[in-house]
Nanobody, 121 residues
Framework: QVQLVESGGGLVQPGESLRLSCAASGGIFCIYAMGWYRQAPGKQRELVATITNSDSRTNYADSVKGRFTISGDKAKNTVYLQMNSLKPEDTAVYYC??????????????WGQGTQVTVSS
């Protein structure tokens, strides 16, 4: 059973920083990519950033480019999201995403439980 354990959310003021972490474990044979998505109240879940495992290629939503940085630790199956210059519109539940496969399966998605990020003065 794949597990994604997220941490690092919280309440901060505009302009401050937070760092999210997500550790994956349990029956993973191969990871294709890890990433972060977010969902604000009344809105659809949207991509924030992703990173591929083989060559660390990154992809960011336009709204976070230049402020957020995604990175990974392959040895720990962990992905991080450094969020700087946070804005109130960054307020959302942030979800970790893993694209992986087991030894005898095709690639599939797994999701974390979500961590709340609130940016407010």
């Amino acid at each position: 059973q794949v597990q994604l354990v997220e941490s690092g959310g919280g309440l901060v003021q505009p302009g401050e920083s937070l760092r999210l972490s997500c550790a994956a474990s349990g029956g993973i044979f191969c990871i294709y990519a890890m990433g972060w998505y977010r969902q604000a109240p009344g809105k659809q879940r949207e991509l924030v950033a992703t990173i591929t495992n083989s060559d660390s290629r990154t992809n960011y939503a336009d709204s976070v480019k230049g402020r957020f940085t995604i990175s990974g630790d392959k040895a720990k199956n962990t992905v991080y999201l450094q969020m700087n210059s946070l804005k109130p519109e960054d307020t959302a539940v942030y979800y970790c995403n893993l694209v992986y496969r087991r030894l005898t399966s095709t690639f599939r998605d797994a999701w974390g439980q979500g961590t709340q990020v609130t940016v407010s003065s």
